[in-house]
């Protein structure tokens, strides 16, 4: 690919998407049926456990199990999502089957991964806003990392660290104009509609950008 910069992640997105749109709108339109099941039998297991709600124990135990249970599959899809999203945007072959290409460790990897990431962020807030912003483009590409490499939690966040290094302050730039560009869609009529189209393909600047320093630095 070539060497990075916005105009260049911006025109390699525009050339993936025109030639990848109707993989990129099936694999979100997969991906939203799967969320939506999930939230469904969610739902439905809460409900199931109201006869339990006076048990004490029992309730909190089964509580607990589908707390976990919801987030492992919600993990492994968003996961497997984001990898054939990635196998669109290299060109490579891909599979609707979005569990097909996640694993036990690949979940608890991404849940590692994502809690040192998100309690980074939050703690950098803390500390008037600046270095959460920060440690957050640091580490905002160690899903890809994980999903492409299938590394290690701790690998993967040094991985996004090292892929970010001198370019974090355009990644911010390249964010910006992704929300606006969904912003402003919204705003149009029937905008919802608009930015659930635009909303898949809005991620592939950000595995282009991945892709291209991957290249470079690996």
Known sequence: ????????????????????????????LVYAG?????????AFAWTALQPTLRAGLLYALSAIFVFFATYVVGMAAHLGYLKELLNVTEQRDVNFNIFASTSFNLVL?????????????????????VPGIYWALKFGLYDLCLVDKNLAAGAALRMSAELTKGVKWQFL?????????????????????????????VEVPRMVAYCMLRDQKF
């Not at 916005?6 to 694999?27: C, D, H, M, P, T």
């Open 1 to 28: 690919m070539a060497q990075f910069s916005i105009g260049a992640v911006l025109r390699k997105s525009f050339e993936v998407v025109w030639n990848n749109l109707w993989l990129y709108w099936l694999l979100a």
């Open 109 to 129: 990897n991404g849940a590692i991964a994502g809690f040192f990431a998100a309690f980074a962020f939050f703690f950098g807030l803390i500390l008037f806003i």
């Open 173 to 201: 730039f390249l964010y910006l104009i992704l929300g606006a560009v969904l912003s402003l869609s919204s705003l149009t009529p029937f905008g919802w509609i608009l930015a659930s189209l635009l909303a898949p393909c």
């Open 34 to 42: 799967t969320v939506a099941a999930l939230y469904l039998l969610d």
